[in-house]
């Protein structure tokens, strides 16, 4: 089976600073995958590169088969991204905001998604809000909503729960298991370790653009008796 996610060698630098190095792993279709480091290891960069927004000095990056460089269209169709910052449109209302984003990949008329969408992220009393008049925790949610809204196999949060409240947390999660148990690919980098441990099949641990550890999140527990996901973290960035 073709991997969601194949990462060879990959070098990104910005000027000195070798934000990956030599990085190469795979993701298996249909995993919940937990892409952990501290600040600096170089995940939002590989998810950059992943997404085509940077782009990779050497290596390869491919999306079930497809090229990120060669292939972007196809590769960035396979692919839904929630992004760290909270970057909006402030002139459209949160659905307006969802068929736009609909429009971008030739999708029309596919308001009962959106509407379901709508519904897990708790959006639905702010579907006709302006964009600037939500809290930071809706905007998120609206993130959320945009990354899945044509239904990508492969999806990437990236710190989705930051700042945000922990009902949302747990509405979130439900809906993301669900879209899991679907089939659909996910790809979560989250400092809340203890959402990891709770979710992930198996875990890369990631350090200064390098790999650390890679292992189902079963073993990198056994290794360590006794230990949380938190402190199995700690040791690992220790070495």
Known sequence: MIPAVSIVDVVKTFGSLRALDGLSLEIRQGEFFGLLGPNGAGKTTLISCLAGLAR????????????????????????????????????????????????????????????????????????????????????????????????????????????????????????????????????LTTHYLEEAEALCNRIALMKQGQLLALDSTVNLMAAHPGASLEEVFLRTMQR
Do not use: C
């Open 56 to 187: 990779l000095d050497s290596g390869s990056i491919r999306v079930l088969g497809h090229d990120v460089v060669r292939d972007f269209r196809q590769a960035r169709r396979l692919l839904g991204v929630v992004p760290q910052e909270l970057v909006f449109d402030p002139f459209f209302s949160v659905r307006e905001t969802l068929r736009i984003q609909s429009g971008y990949f030739g999708i029309r008329r596919n308001d009962d998604w959106i509407d379901e969408i709508l519904h897990h992220l708790d959006l639905t009393g702010k579907a006709d809000a302006n964009m600037r008049r939500l809290s930071g925790g809706m905007k998120r949610r609206v993130l959320v909503a945009q990354a899945l809204v044509h239904k990508p196999p492969v999806i990437v949060l990236d710190e989705p729960t930051a700042g945000v409240d922990v009902e949302l947390r747990q509405g979130l999660w439900q809906f993301v298991r669900r879209l899991n148990g679907e089939g659909h690919t996910i790809i």
